[in-house]
C-alpha cells in the first residue's frame, strides 16, 4: 500500500449491505493522478481465472481442467490449479499494487514470509514433475517491468530467484484497471537480476 495512498485521492469503494459484516466497505480503487489502482487483493484471483480461461495468459493455454482453492503441500491451498489429464500446474497468484521510484512493479511491500511458503511448495510441485507458477497480477499501469522488492524483502526475492532457478516459472501481467472493470491484458517483462 506504500503507493497507493496521497492526499485528496480519489478512491472507489464496494458496498457489502451486509449488516453481520465487520466492516461494511470494501476499498476498491484509488486514482494516484496518473492512473487507478486495485487495492482489493481478492480481486487477482479471479482475474487470474478468467484470463487464463480466456487464453489471454499464453504461456497456461491447453489446459481443460481449472479448480480454485485447492489444497496441497504442507497446509496450503493453490490459488488455480490446472489439469490436462496429464499434467498439472500449480499458479499461485500474488496481487501487485507497489511502483517503486523507477517505475518498475515490485512485490511484496510488506515482509512476507506467507508468500515465502507458497514459493517452497511451488518448488516441491516442480519436483514432483508437475509445472508450477508464481503469477504476479499487477493492478495499475504506470510501470514498465516486474522486479522483486529485494529493500524490503530481501529473503523473499532470493528465494524468487533460487525457485525459479530450478524450474518454477514466473509470470507477470498487468490489467486495466477502470471503474467499469478490470481485466489482465498483457504481459510485462520481470527482471530478476540484482
Known amino acids: 500500500m506504500k503507493t497507493c ?7 472507489l469503494l464496494s458496498d457489502s449491505r451486509n449488516p453481520k459484516r465487520k466492516l461494511r466497505f470494501t476499498w476498491e480503487l484509488v486514482h494516484n493522478g496518473r492512473c487507478w489502482i486495485g487495492i482489493n487483493t481478492h480481486r487477482a484471483n479471479g482475474l487470474a481465472a478468467e484470463a487464463i480461461a480466456g487464453g489471454v495468459i499464453a504461456e497456461l493455454a491447453g489446459f481443460t481442467g481449472l ?23 500449480y499458479v499461485e497468484v500474488k496481487n501487485v499494487t507497489l511502483v517503486d521510484d523507477m517505475e518498475r512493479y515490485t512485490f511484496p511491500d510488506a515482509v512476507t514470509t506467507r508468500g515465502q511458503k507458497h514459493l517452497r511448495e511451488l518448488e516441491r510441485v516442480v519436483e514432483n514433475g508437475d509445472r508450477g507458477v508464481i503469477l504476479f497480477v499487477i493492478q495499475r499501469s504506470d510501470g514498465a517491468t516486474f522486479i522483486p522488492a529485494d529493500t524490503i524483502d530481501p529473503e523473499y526475492g532470493d528465494l524468487l ?25 498483457e504481459s510485462i517483462p520481470i527482471d530478476l537480476s540484482q
Open 161 to 185: 530467484r533460487r525457485v525459479v532457478a530450478a524450474g518454477v516459472e514466473a509470470l507477470a501481467y498487468r490489467a486495466d484497471v477502470l471503474p467499469s472493470g478490470i481485466e489482465i491484458v
Open 67 to 89: 479448480k480454485r482453492e485447492v489444497p496441497y503441500g504442507a497446509n496450503s491451498r493453490i490459488d488455480i490449479l490446472l489439469d490436462n489429464g496429464t499434467r498439472q500446474c
Open 5 to 11: 495512498q496521497g492526499e485528496g485521492w480519489p478512491v
